[in-house]
């Protein structure tokens, strides 16, 4: 009411201005991307004088030539427009980077993001969606300060990438208000029903008490809104390869490898010269078998389909979606593969005037299949298998051919008809209820009940056929058999989830005479979940089908448990500000849990945060005008993390833990184990987190800048007194809180906008660097200082490696003779070509005591993105680069030996040092080919076989063209439609010898390096809304 | 009127989940000890535990430390590469890897064993306050007493004299209380002898399944550790070390402590061979090759032949439970992987094979004959030399002793109805050969191949491929059950392995009777006897301490015994002393025809001399930061 009297006078004064020397400006502003902008505030600078767009972004006003018009509209970068003749002006308000009046989730509420007084980094959904992934984890990397994202495996359906806030561990994940999932579900979450995530990066996590120290990531899903009914599909597909394999010795390196080590063991070559010479030639019958070629597609097919409507009216909104998601593997087979099928319906509806209810209800649907040999095995018979033998028995695809080493065939193990086949099917609901009555005899008073149900069942099928592998035997022409993993075995296994979460909560919000803004929240919460899981298991005598009923009774397999879990809190917080300049906020979490002693399960984690927003100031304003926004802030706090296993404060004998024993012949009893010594005071970590930090924004708030240094102080973590309790006690003392820890940070966000004319760019990165300290280790006393030197720990960081260090290669058999011994051999072993490792500490002996600490270990301590948008008329562009830096990458078995399992070898060591007939040697990158009986120290840790993995990788590439306004739209009633194209993981930098493993990917089970490849994807997509 | 729907709803809510406290939840998987004791069912579960705790060195006996422990590692990551102690010996290799003797050939068995003594005294503690009758009192008097016995033998024979821990002792604080310093090796073996007899004395002669301590599992406990004792009194100057420990007496005994123990061994085994519920499985077989098979049923299924087995441990596999060991699929020929990827790997060597006596020539370990000269004392193929041609390539073993049959695989023998092909290569008719290295010749139109078949899982010997295939020319079976296949996959073998059977008591009390000049020579020597007449033997030897030791070499192979004989009478640092093992090689030789096989011995392909340093007959005693204990010499 007030806006239109105010606007009623402009326009008188407008009219009025005629007879003063003025001149008419009518103009539109609008957004960049043409949406026109109602409601935007025109003001004659140094003036009163001013106006306000109309519906369509239009608006007139009568000023004088040469005066400055300054446009404003919340969250957007404020304008200045001089004032030229006949002014029609198109005026065009870029977003401002520091997302004022962005309303961000905080943990039973919501605030502003320019009263945030802590580090809490917030995503939007247009953001995220830059990113084609089947895993919401993948859309996020690179994209937030302080969220370190690294993917361990590009297998379909697997969502175990690690998410870490700050370098402190896994975070909880709260989705619509409940702490509900674990990582793998949050990353099945569909991108398209978020509407953002926030994550709680400091103390201000302490309101989600003992089990959030490391940080919160609270996820938002979409709601419905006030208007015509809008439907919105989206489709994407797209094709994905490896982003490297490490190459393979072809067969014509392999024998002639296989020669070098056979001699240096002492027996003849294997191959003869003329062998060798067909296989270097290719020779028919000698071409060789590339496994990995044999076995995997280039690339697989993956699409995602979105639909959605949104709508609403006064009294009901709604937001409702379904997804579907197809992620193929690269095995040729296609035996390998994940599907995911989403749905989602938030409903509001305003029951009375007072009194709002909230339905959200989510249902998932997805299913992993893969053959009964896991990948590794199936990627691990590509690397160690015989290049030189080929694929089936005589070419007779009927008959899979036996395989050195180890009998197993890729080809064959990749056949779900053949081998059997595995399969993960998961159901998940979530629902919730909340109920918000806004007392209406008091102001800024309002009650809200929440509840929750949420239940998540899992089904696993597993069935593991006998098969065989074939020779051929020219001669007799017959094929023998070779049975492989008789019998015939079936399992299914269920788990079966449900979580009971309640909360009510009072909050009350209110201004004081304009000045003084008081708000307070408080909130009662108690959480319970049953999980019950089986598994059962039979043979076959003979298989007939895949069903459990149809196996034999003999060697039945069963098992199965129980578990509970259940929490009670209370809940606080108070914030008071001044004209929104000085900022406070007192929160605390009373936590409850049913892990420890009745006397000590209740724990209290407060938190204090405070905020001077500067430039608020006038005196700022005035002195700094380029300024345009600056805060200082800091926080601290105490946030809990539950430790070691539930119930270690009840004494007893163990009827688990214990070993059992046959008594009686095929009759197996299960023990019970001794009662341990327990520990009642047995508690949660604590973790002290300090932060300060400020926001700044500049030239209207077209540059934004954030910065944060934090420390985590953590107190309590388990350890055992082991220390002065001698060994023949027989006991194990219980652990006990004794050890702490301490990280310590930066985080940093810069981020400008601009725009040329009707060209717009967008430059933003983030940078995160972290370590971690161990501050009091419990150990028993040092015995000499050289043992402190090299076993201490505490004081010191926790991610040091200790290694030889290499100060060359022998270059002749007298070298090896003279020098220091490097291993238990007495270098008998070590040859030309071998790594001199350094004699430390000059005993004349090479061992453990020579080690220094030189390396970091694997966990990247720095993580970095960097995003390039830019956007002309209706193209688009965005350019993600991501990487991590200070880590280090160390494989076992195939990549960093020689002939492992006595198998196929990479092609890299054939560069070798080998030795000619007359005893000469010709130098090579790598040590001398040989079976790893026949090496010293060659495996040493060392520089060799450590290496640096920090990369650099463009990460995604998006490009898109978005049609408006086109008369043919309107005749199909289309709104708008964006058609783009993709890339993901496209370029990396890094260290040469690490690229092909992909420097991003873990080693995996036995350091191996047979993870699933990382993907590289190129994808189409469409988005049309109408 | 709707703010009281709505606090209604609240306050129902609040009902509705405040009536049960969500916090106080039990564990499922906690008993108190009153309901554990209180019934003899209970009893039995707390008893499983001890016995699956057990030092017995069994299938899951992992000589060398790691993760999961030295017995039942199958337990945690079952992962041992196959190795097994006796490749730490003179009688058998590792197909793929040096293992040989080291540091590492036997671990720590230290907070385990006082992990044990702490869980049998804890039960000790409470059993004159239990509600049973004097008869089960007794019983588990004995009972206890038996693993205690047991456990202190297993920490007595690696390390000395330790520390004697005979009740629970209650935590507190003032660790200095909890510290209890050595005892000497002397006290320590008396101990043990002592809980032996008191377990003999309480302990009854059991129901025949032998899987639980009896009256003569104590004795033949006995019988073992003070053969142990009395060893290491007699010999243990032919390897002295000096230090602490020894002025202390905490390892070391004087040599006259020897007729003691000896004494001890006699009487124990001597009660048992009196009580006649043992004797020895099928005695008196028609012929060698019945005898054979009767050695290699008694190990198949020990449960058939209660007359011999006086302890067993079980293993088994019920539901998701089990006990059970990785032989079959570590040590099943090449040709039987059933898709396991690294089968194979037990080789016993070919100085074990020429341990055997022939049956023509009783009393002495006859050579295997390669050679027409007769000097098998050679490595390596010499073509000037005459070799021996047989016509198929386990004839060279023709007239061994039965139980060289019944323990390996020979080159060209059946088993689980496959030729088993171990072959290590061939002459051309030109004379030139190709060993150990794949291949192939024809001749006559007929295609050999140097390894015995085309593909690599068509024969089972000598192919470096995998390292799966023998490296001595000898496949294992003596553990190994014929007529099942087990699943390929960890922990699947459920063989049970007899601990002590009546046959290693016969040669307890030869060696004691024999090194001692005590008991009865006669008995000593019938009963060596015995054990030979059911290897199919005919004519008798004598009782020299050469008979008993080859005899108790060749009748207990593979049992894990022959490490500690070398151990308890100091012969190891003598036996390797830059030491090879050897492998003896069927070669095809096709210069005849049809193509015959010549043998021919070698060093191990692949494979180092080994030596043995003095200081490894004991173990280093383990955290004396915390305990303040001595330690063993030279650590």
């Not at chain 2, 090796?185 to 639980?212: H, I, P, Y």
Request: proline share 4%; aromatic share 14%; charged share 20%.
């Amino acid at each position: 009411m007030k806006k239109h009297v105010f606007i009623c006078l402009l326009m008188v004064f407008s009219s009025l201005g005629v007879f003063a020397q003025t001149s008419k400006v009518s103009g539109t502003v609008s957004d960049k991307d043409g949406v026109p902008l109602p409601g935007v505030t025109i003001v004659v600078k140094g003036t009163t004088d001013g106006t306000v767009s109309d519906v369509d972004g239009n608006f007139s006003l009568s000023t004088e030539k040469d005066k400055v018009l300054q446009i404003s509209f919340v969250g957007m970068q404020t304008k200045n427009v001089t004032v030229a003749d006949d002014s029609d002006l198109t005026i065009v308000l870029l977003e401002d980077m520091i997302g004022i009046g962005e309303v961000v989730a905080i943990g039973y509420g919501t605030r502003k993001k320019e009263s945030l007084t802590s580090a809490i980094s917030n995503i939007q959904s247009d953001e995220i969606l830059t990113t084609t992934n089947s895993s919401l984890a993948q859309a996020l990397q690179g994209k937030v300060s302080g969220l370190q994202i690294r993917q361990n495996t590009g297998e379909p359906g697997s969502f175990d990438t690690r998410i870490n806030i700050r370098g402190f561990g896994t975070p909880l994940y709260v989705i619509d208000g409940v702490a509900r999932e674990g990582g793998s579900g949050f990353q099945k979450i569909n991108p398209e029903d978020i509407e953002s995530i926030s994550v709680l990066k400091d103390a201000a996590a302490a309101i989600y008490g003992l089990r959030a120290a490391n940080g919160v990531i609270i996820v938002t899903t979409k709601k419905g809104k006030q208007g015509k009914t809008k439907f919105n599909y989206h489709g994407v597909f797209g094709i994905q390869s490896p982003t490297d394999v490490p190459e393979m010795a072809t067969a014509a390196q392999y024998v002639e490898m296989v020669n070098r080590a056979r001699v240096f063991s002492g027996l003849g070559p294997a191959y003869t010269d003329e062998e060798v010479a067909n296989y270097q030639n290719g020779a028919p019958g000698y071409e060789g078998t590339n496994w990995y070629d044999e076995t995997f597609k280039d690339q697989a097919f993956q699409q995602q389909h979105n639909f959605s409507a949104q709508g609403g009216n006064e009294s009901l909104t709604f937001f409702t979606s379904m997804g579907y998601v197809e992620d193929n593997g690269l095995l040729k087979s296609d035996d390998l593969g994940y599907k995911k099928y989403t749905f989602r319906s938030n409903v509001s509806a305003q029951l009375t005037k007072n009194l709002k209810a909230d339905i959200q209800i989510a249902g998932r649907y997805d299913k992993k299949e893969s053959p009964a040999e896991s990948f590794f095995m199936i990627f691990k018979a590509t690397r160690t298998g015989d290049p030189t033998a080929k694929p089936y028995a005589n070419g007779n695809p009927q008959y899979p051919s036996q395989l050195m080493p180890s009998n197993q065939n890729p080809v064959a193990m990749s056949d779900r008809d053949l081998v059997g086949y595995n399969e993960r099917v998961n159901k998940n609901f979530q629902s919730t209820l909340v109920l918000t009555y806004d007392v209406p005899f008091v102001e800024g008073l309002s009650l809200t009940g929440r509840y929750s149900y949420d239940s998540n069942s899992g089904m696993g099928k597993r069935l593991g056929k006998a098969y065989k592998l074939y020779d051929y035997d020219a001669d007799t022409e017959e094929y023998t058999g070779y049975e492989q993993f008789a019998p015939t075995k079936i399992s299914n296994s269920w788990n079966d989830y449900s979580l009971v979460n309640f909360q009510t909560q009072i909050s009350y919000d209110k201004s004081f005479k304009e000045m003084h803004n008081v708000s307070a929240t408080v909130v009662y919460e108690q959480q319970s979940t049953f999980e019950r899981w089986a598994s059962i298991q039979r043979e076959y005598d003979f298989y007939t089908n895949d069903q459990i009923d149809q196996g034999s009774l003999n060697n039945q397999q069963t098992s199965g448990n129980e578990r509970e879990r259940g929490s009670r809190s209370i809940i606080g917080r108070f914030n008071y500000d001044y004209k929104g300049k000085y900022l406070v906020e007192y929160a605390f979490r009373y936590d409850g849990s049913y892990r420890y002693h009745p006397d000590y399960r209740w724990g209290f984690f407060p938190v204090v945060t405070a905020g001077w927003r500067v430039s608020e100031e006038s005196f700022f304003q005035d002195a700094v005008p380029v300024i345009s926004n600056l805060k200082l802030r800091g926080s601290w706090g105490i946030v809990g993390q539950d430790a070691g296993d539930p119930f270690q404060y009840v004494e007893g004998f163990g009827t688990s833990g214990g070993g059992g024993y046959e008594f009686e012949n095929g009759v197996y009893q299960t023990g019970a184990s001794a009662p341990s010594i327990v520990n009642p005071a047995l508690t949660w970590f604590e973790s002290q987190i300090t932060d300060f930090g400020f926001d700044l924004g500049m030239w209207n708030n077209a540059l934004s800048f954030e910065f944060d240094v934090y420390q985590r102080y953590r107190e309590g973590l388990l350890a055992k007194r082991n220390v002065s309790l001698p060994n023949t006690f027989g006991g194990e003392l219980p652990e006990e809180n004794l050890n702490s820890d301490r990280v310590r940070g930066f985080d940093l966000a810069l981020g400008y906008r601009n725009n040329v004319g009707e060209f717009y760019y967008e430059i933003s990165g983030n940078y995160n660097y972290a370590r971690t300290n161990k501050e009091y280790v419990e150990r028993g006393p040092f015995t000499s200082s050289w043992d402190y030197w090299k076993n201490g720990r505490e004081n010191r960081f926790d991610d040091i490696v200790w290694g030889q260090t290499v100060i060359g290669q022998f270059q002749n058999e007298d070298e090896v003779v003279f020098a220091p011994i490097q291993s238990g051999d007495g270098n008998l072993k070590e040859l030309p070509g071998d790594y001199i490792y350094q004699d430390t500490n000059g005993d004349g002996l090479v061992n453990g005591n020579d080690m220094l600490p030189q390396f970091y270990n694997g966990t990247p301590k720095q993580y970095y993105g960097l995003t390039l948008a830019a956007q002309w008329k209706g193209f688009d562009i965005t350019a993600l680069f991501q990487g991590s830096g200070k880590y280090t990458v160390r494989f076992r078995e195939v990549y960093a030996s020689m002939f492992a399992f006595r198998g196929n070898t990479p092609a890299y060591f054939y560069d070798s040092w080998n030795q000619n007939e007359d005893g000469t040697w010709n130098e090579g990158e790598w040590p001398a080919n040989r079976y790893n009986t026949d090496v010293g120290a060659l495996y040493a840790e060392s520089e060799v076989w450590r290496k640096d993995a920090s990369y650099f990788r463009l990460k995604t590439v998006d490009i898109g063209y978005t049609f408006r306004n086109h008369s043919w739209m309107k005749t199909i009633g289309v709104e708008n439609m964006r058609i783009y194209a993709n890339g993901h993981n496209l370029i990396t930098w890094t260290d040469d010898f690490v690229k092909p493993f992909d420097p991003e990917k873990i080693e995996g089970a036995y350091s191996a390096g047979l993870t699933y490849p990382l993907t590289r994807s190129f994808n189409m997509g469409v988005n049309i809304t109408f | 009127m709707k703010i009281y729907k709505l606090l209604y709803t609240a306050v129902l809510g609040l009902t509705l989940f405040g009536c049960s406290d969500v916090l106080d939840l039990k564990p499922t998987d906690k008993l108190s000890g009153e309901d554990l004791f209180s019934d003899p069912e209970g009893v039995k579960l707390y008893m499983a535990n001890l016995y699956y705790q057990l030092p017995v060195e069994d299938f899951t006996y992992f000589h060398r430390n790691r993760d999961g422990g030295t017995f039942n590692y199958n337990g945690g990551g079952p992962n041992n590469g196959g190795f097994v102690q006796a490749m730490h010996t003179d009688i058998a290799m590792h197909s793929e890897f040096g293992e040989g003797v080291s540091s590492n050939s036997w671990g720590s068995w230290w907070n385990e064993g006082y992990k044990l003594i702490r869980d049998v005294n804890t039960l000790i503690k409470v059993i004159p306050d239990l509600d049973i009758n004097d008869q089960n009192r007794k019983l588990l008097i004995g009972e206890t007493a038996f693993i205690r016995a047991y456990a202190y033998f297993a920490l007595a024979k690696r390390y000395g004299g330790v520390p004697l821990i005979d009740e629970a002792q209650e935590y507190s604080t003032d660790v200095e209380n909890l510290k209890v310093p050595r005892s000497t090796e002397k006290e320590t073996w008396d101990f043990v002898m002592t809980e032996c007899q008191l377990a003999a004395d309480n302990l009854l002669e059991g129901d025949g399944s032998q899987r639980r301590a009896t009256k003569y599992a104590a004795l033949a406990l006995k019988s073992r550790a003070a053969l142990h004792a009395a060893s290491l009194a007699k010999f243990w100057n032919k390897s002295p070390v000096t230090g602490e420990a020894v002025d202390k007496g905490l390892v070391g005994m004087s040599e006259s402590a020897a007729s003691e123990f000896y004494q001890q061994c006699i009487d124990a085994s001597e009660a048992i061979m009196q009580s006649e519920v043992f004797e020895l499985f099928r005695p008196n077989p028609a012929s060698p090759e019945e005898a054979a098979e009767n050695y290699r049923q008694l190990f198949e299924n020990p449960n058939g032949a209660p007359q011999e087995a006086i302890f067993i441990k079980g293993s088994a596999i019920i539901g998701n439970d089990h006990t059970a060991n990785n032989y079959e699929i570590w040590f099943n020929p090449n040709q039987l992987a059933n898709g396991w990827p690294h089968p194979g790997r037990y080789c016993p060597t070919a100085e074990w094979a020429d341990m055997f006596e022939v049956y023509d020539t009783p009393g002495v370990s006859t050579k295997l004959s390669t050679v027409v000269d007769g000097n098998e004392e050679y490595e390596g193929y010499d073509p000037d030399r005459e070799y021996i041609k047989y016509d198929t390539p386990h004839d060279v073993y023709k007239g061994k002793d039965a139980r060289l049959w019944g323990t390996a695989i020979l080159p060209g023998t059946i088993w689980k109805n496959t030729e088993i092909v171990i072959q290590a290569g061939f002459i051309k008719p030109d004379g030139s050969t190709k060993f150990l290295q794949g291949g192939s010749t024809t001749v006559n139109g007929v295609k050999y191949y140097t390894y015995g078949s085309s593909s690599a899982s068509g024969h089972s010997g000598f192919n470096p491929a995998g390292g799966n295939h023998t490296r001595t020319g000898i496949g294992f079976k003596k553990f190994l059950n014929e007529p099942v296949d087990v699943n390929p996959a960890w922990n699947q073998g459920t063989l049970d392995f007899m601990d002590m059977r009546y046959a290693e008591i016969l040669l307890n009390y030869a060696e004691a009777v024999a090194e001692s000049g005590l008991g009865d020579q006669t008995l000593a020597k019938k009963v060596l006897n015995d054990i030979r007449k059911r290897a199919g033997h005919t004519t008798e030897v004598d009782l020299t301490s050469e008979n008993i030791l080859r005899e108790r070499t060749v009748e207990l192979c593979f049992e894990n015994k022959r490490f500690y004989d070398l151990i308890r009478r100091r012969d190891f640092h003598e036996l390797f002393n830059v030491r090879d093992r050897h492998a003896i090689l069927p070669i095809l030789d096709l210069r005849e025809d049809p193509p015959k096989y010549v043998m021919v011995r070698d060093v191990v392909p692949r494979s180092d001399p080994k030596t043995f340093e003095p200081k490894w007959y004991y173990r280093p005693i383990p955290g004396r930061g915390a305990n303040g204990l001595v330690n063993n010499p030279l650590y």
